[in-house]
């Protein structure tokens, strides 16, 4: 196996990642047999993971050796996916074909001998996920293949890119509120658009404000009135810990307020529940104008209009609590307001 992940590491991701059927089993002996630089179950199932998470419909691997990574690659696929392993040895390829027929994913797999570079072009794109496991010195080649219009492409841009695309997968689209502005005028109901006007009507846009309403920028947090200590802790002095600038005293980033209604605990201390009660304080130290309780009931309306689609992910399976388990102290962790930024 090559040796890249600490054994902690690898030990965590085999325990929390998909397990390794009887097929992959005998993959890693085989490799272990023929010292076979394989990259083992842990990586393994993390490649099937991520695959899954981004919904991959074509896979693209430069080098496959005998199969092993493409066939944890195949079980992350639909059937109308595609997977396309490259290898220059012949025999390691038909090696390859033989396990990934008995695991019943023959056929959306392409089996191409022949360099990765050169099947490569034979493709047309996108793929959603492309191994570079090619022979490493190569690497600036394979990059260079698959940004064909950029001059020196292994950057961190194109690498942050990648995670870029995942989280693109993540986004929540067509909540009611969407619906509403493409023209859909039943997306909301009676109350949620009187919310919706109260909203633009009372100053909520001011600081939650844009597509994503909220999330662009710093507000002190008690504009008019100081909120309770504990849903904003003395001590706890936001923005101005970082830019130490007296106008940043107890500033804090305007959340999105997409998805709200799912997102409880509220405000960055966490303290608060429930969804009237934030939209109720929101109005007292805010504003300054004490909301009515039929004006909280329609911005709460409001509030559930903003829930899009949610994403289906994956999440991994996380080892059970145990004493020794570290738990997170939040108030240990906040930075010293004195020191130099
Ligand atoms: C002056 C700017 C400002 C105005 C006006 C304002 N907000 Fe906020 N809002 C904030 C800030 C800043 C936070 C985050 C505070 C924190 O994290 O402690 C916040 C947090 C919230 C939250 C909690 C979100 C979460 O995920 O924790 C809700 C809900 C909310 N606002 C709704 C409203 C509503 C409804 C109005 C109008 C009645 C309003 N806001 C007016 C700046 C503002």
Redesign the pocket.
């Known amino acids: 196996m090559i040796d890249v992940l600490p054994d902690h590491t690898d030990a965590y991701l085999q325990a929390v990642g998909p397990q390794p059927d009887d097929v992959l089993v005998e993959m890693d002996e085989y490799a272990e047999e023929h010292g076979f630089p394989h990259v083992g179950p842990a990586l393994g199932g993390w490649l099937q993971l991520l695959t899954g998470m981004v919904d991959a419909e074509r896979v693209f691997e430069f080098g496959s050796g005998y199969g092993y990574s493409a066939y944890w690659f195949a079980r992350a696929l639909d059937d109308d996916g595609q997977i396309v392993l490259t290898e220059i040895d012949e025999d390691e390829l038909a090696l390859g074909r033989e396990f990934l027929a008995r695991g019943g994913h023959e056929s959306i797999a392409r089996f191409e001998h022949g360099d990765a570079l050169d099947v490569v072009e034979r493709y047309d794109g996108p793929f959603d996920v492309v191994l570079i496991d090619h022979q490493k010195h190569r690497y600036v080649d394979a990059f260079e293949a698959a940004y064909p219009d950029q001059a020196e492409p292994v950057t961190f841009e194109n690498v942050a890119l990648a995670i870029e695309v995942f989280e693109s997968t993540l986004l929540t689209p067509d909540a009611p509120l969407d619906r509403f502005l493409r023209g859909d005028a039943d997306a909301l109901t009676e109350t949620q658009k009187e919310g919706l006007h ?2 633009a009507e ?7 404000r844009g597509i994503n309403l ?1 999330g662009h920028g ?4 008690g ?1 008019v009135e100081r ?1 309770d200590a504990f ?2 802790p003395e001590d706890d002095l ?1 923005r101005y810990t970082v830019t130490h600038v007296e106008a940043d005293r107890y ?7 997409r998805n ?1 209604a799912l ?1 409880p ?6 303290t ?1 529940w429930s ?1 009237e009660d ?2 109720r304080l ?2 007292d130290v ?2 300054g104008s004490e ?1 009515t309780e039929d004006e909280v009931d329609k ?1 709460t309306a ?2 559930h209009a903003l829930t899009g689609e949610q994403p289906e992910v994956t999440v991994p399976v996380l080892p059970d609590i145990t004493d020794a388990t570290p738990r997170p102290d939040p108030a240990a962790t906040l930075p010293d307001p004195d020191a130099a930024p």
């Not at 009372?202 to 939650?208: D, E, K, W």
């Not at 500033?251 to 307020?257: I, R």
């Open positions: 109260l909203f009372r100053g909520c846009a001011a600081c939650h909220g710093y507000y002190p947090f504009v909120p849903v904003r936001g500033a804090f980033k305007s959340p999105t307020l709200v997102t605990p509220y405000f960055h201390s966490g608060v969804l934030a939209v929101m109005g805010q504003l909301l911005l409001f509030m």
